[in-house]
């Protein structure tokens, strides 16, 4: 017979958490394979245990116990890093809950250990500190490429007459026509494709500080993109267009983005 141990361990972090009858919680955390949501009985009372260790946004071990048809319940837990701005600050604790809205929509449970890496990063980043547009504005890009929707942002995506355009894309501040960017093709065009194009709903200008912003964001690495100065003007062009952009690609507005657009109001 079988001699497979009911317990295992996991380390993963949590994305969100909902109630459940009287005084639990289903807790949904990402790991190294994927998203699960596992079952933490008794977490609501006072004086639960595991409550300090599956906070939101925390990295936590737990120790779980396999339920056939049902959620594996929490039998153990221990927090490696609490993250307490992310769950004491309103606007950081929105960054998070979007950041973790991504992974959940753009994945849908099944995800590797580059997601787990990236999550975890981001968050440890943010709670520790680093400019929450910025960081969340370098996660968009990596979180679409790793999803499979990386948009192109170094040649251009347009059709004009019987082929495509493929002209490099070189931004420059003093570029006099702005660029585009398609949602449908997943890109940027040219200034010329972007002049004879006529879908009203699916392009919309981009200025050559965002675009040189995007090309940017998606092949450094944050601490290289942390040493620029992001104008105010670029980063609300960016939100703004990345919004649309994740939007027509999820087919949803994420939720948590619009709470942190209204509390800007
Ligand atoms: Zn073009």
Redesign the pocket.
Known sequence: MSSKSKLYRLEGVVLNRRDHGEADRVVKLLTAEGSVDVLAKGIRKPRSRKAGHLELFAKTQVLLSRVTGSWDIVSQAEVVQVRSHLQGDFQLGTYARYVAELAIRFFEGEAGPQLYTLVDDVFARLDGGANPALLTRWYEQQVLALAGFRPEWRT?V?E?GAGL???PLHPRADDRHPYGLDLERGGA??H??FAADTREHTVRPLSPSALSWLQALQRRSFDDVTQFALPERTAKELAQAMEQYIAYHLERRPAALRVLHDSRG
């Open positions: 251009c347009g004009r355009c493929h002209a065009v040219c010329e494709c």
